[in-house]
């Protein structure tokens, strides 16, 4: 009954290998996100989606391709993996885009050989 | 461009002290300010959201200010605890964009 859940929790592959991550939320939010915290803790927006719509796009490599087949879920597809993709890869949803309740997933740790 | 920062970045305190953890941001065009909580390799936990127009939120021994003309939000925990070890998190959601800017984070200890 997680409320955000991502698969998988760690990952590590080979640089130039392609890799997915999965997200899906139960809450019934409207919005989700992915996010990347990097070894200083830093945790910055990469993508959100509003509706199944792409609606912030950071300046992320287009390397990174995120997908929303429905409401409740946001994948996040990685070309061609580099050593400074490695990094901790969360999820999150709101049940819109200004409003309260931010809710993570436990994240990705993803790390690239 | 939005700068949040917070201050200390790593704070020791024994159990039972009162502590107030800092957040200022650059940008005064803000939608609303969260402080979150990060326990060790886990996702983030809301705490408290201060809605621009606001002063303060409470929540058991939790309270968080903000002074939007500042540029400054504190995060004040009473008595703590050992439990309330954690990484500490402030966030800004930005009025235009709607991105939700990070700052780098306190990391507490609180010694038994």
Redesign the interface.
């Known amino acids: 009954d997680t409320a955000v859940s991502q698969t998988p929790k760690y990952l590590v592959t080979q640089m130039g290998n392609d890799k997915s991550i999965k997200c899906e939320q139960n809450l019934g939010h409207d919005t989700m996100y992915w996010y990347k915290q990097d070894s200083k803790k830093f945790l910055k927006i990469m993508f959100s989606y509003n509706n199944k719509e792409l609606i912030i796009n950071e300046t992320v490599p287009n390397r990174f391709s995120p997908k929303s087949p429905d409401k409740a879920h946001l994948n996040l597809h990685i070309n061609s993996l580099e050593l400074g993709d490695s990094a901790v890869y969360f999820c999150a949803s709101s049940p819109t885009l200004t409003s309260y309740g931010y809710t993570f997933g436990s994240g990705t740790r993803l790390t690239v050989v | 461009k939005q700068e949040v920062t917070q201050i200390p970045a790593a704070l020791s305190v024994p159990e039972g002290e009162n502590l107030v953890l800092n957040c200022s941001f650059t940008d005064s065009a803000i939608?609303?300010l969260?402080w979150?909580r990060q326990d060790p390799?886990?996702?983030?936990?809301?705490l408290l959201?201060i809605q621009s127009s606001q002063r303060e939120q409470t929540s058991g021994r939790l309270n968080a200010s903000l002074d939007k003309s500042s540029g400054r939000s504190t995060l004040y925990i009473a008595a703590s605890q050992p439990g309330d070890s954690a990484?500490y998190?402030c966030?800004v959601?930005m009025d235009s964009?709607?991105?939700?800017?990070?700052g780098?984070?306190t990391r507490l200890l609180v010694r038994p």
Do not use: C, D, M, R
């Not at chain 2, 390799?41 to 809301?46: A, E, H, M, P």
């Not at chain 2, 964009?97 to 990070?102: E, G, H, M, T």
């Open positions: 939608y609303n969260q979150f390799g886990k996702g983030l936990t809301s959201l990484t998190l966030a959601l964009s709607y991105k939700l800017i990070f780098s984070g």
